[in-house]
C-alpha cells in the first residue's frame, strides 16, 4: 500500500512539472534623440506567427529553401502604445520617464490581470556615439508566460 501511494504522488509529480506554457512579448522602445525628434513606443503584437515558416534548414546536402516573402512574416495586427521620448529642447525630461514608467506599469498590470506572468526582463541600448551622433534608443523586452490552455 505504502510503494502503491509512493507511485500516484510520483505520477501527480510528472503530471504537473509537464505542463506547457505560452509566451508573449511586449517591447517598449524609447527614444534618446535630442530635442525631441525622436518617437518613443510600447508594442505589443496581436498576430501569431510560426517561425517553422520562416525558417531555412541547412546541411551538407544542400538547402531547403523556404519560399515565404518577407511581406509574409510582417505583423499588421498589434497595439501601438505612444511613449514620451526621454530628451526634449531643454535636455533630458524627467518627467516624461516618470510617464512612460507609468504606463509601462499600466501595461504590466494589465497583462497581470489576464493571467500572465513577468517571466524575465532583457533591455539594449543602440547608439552611434560618433563625432555627429544624433541618433539613439533603448529597448526593453518584457516577456511574460501564462499556462497554455
Known amino acids: 500500500m505504502k510503494k502503491f501511494f509512493f507511485y500516484c504522488l510520483v505520477l501527480i509529480g510528472f503530471t504537473v ?4 506554457y505560452e509566451f508573449k512579448v511586449v517591447t517598449a522602445v524609447e527614444s534618446v534623440v535630442p530635442n525631441g ?8 503584437a496581436n498576430d501569431q506567427r510560426n517561425y517553422k515558416d ?5 546541411s551538407e546536402e ?10 509574409d512574416i510582417r505583423v499588421k495586427g498589434f497595439d501601438e502604445t505612444k511613449l514620451l521620448n526621454f530628451f526634449n529642447i531643454g535636455g533630458i525630461r524627467f518627467q516624461n520617464i516618470a510617464a512612460n514608467d507609468a504606463l509601462i506599469t499600466s501595461k ?13 526582463v532583457t533591455s539594449g541600448v543602440e547608439s552611434n556615439s ?3 551622433d544624433s541618433t539613439g534608443l533603448f529597448i526593453t523586452r518584457f516577456v511574460f508566460k ?3 490552455k
Open 17 to 20: 512539472t509537464a505542463q506547457t
Open 37 to 44: 525628434l525622436g518617437r518613443s513606443r510600447m508594442i505589443s
Open 54 to 58: 520562416f525558417t531555412t534548414t541547412r
Open 62 to 71: 544542400g538547402d531547403e529553401r523556404n519560399k515565404s516573402d518577407r511581406d
Open 108 to 120: 504590466l498590470n494589465a497583462m497581470s490581470e489576464e493571467g500572465w506572468e513577468l517571466a524575465f
Open 130 to 132: 560618433g563625432r555627429d
Open 146 to 148: 501564462r499556462l497554455k
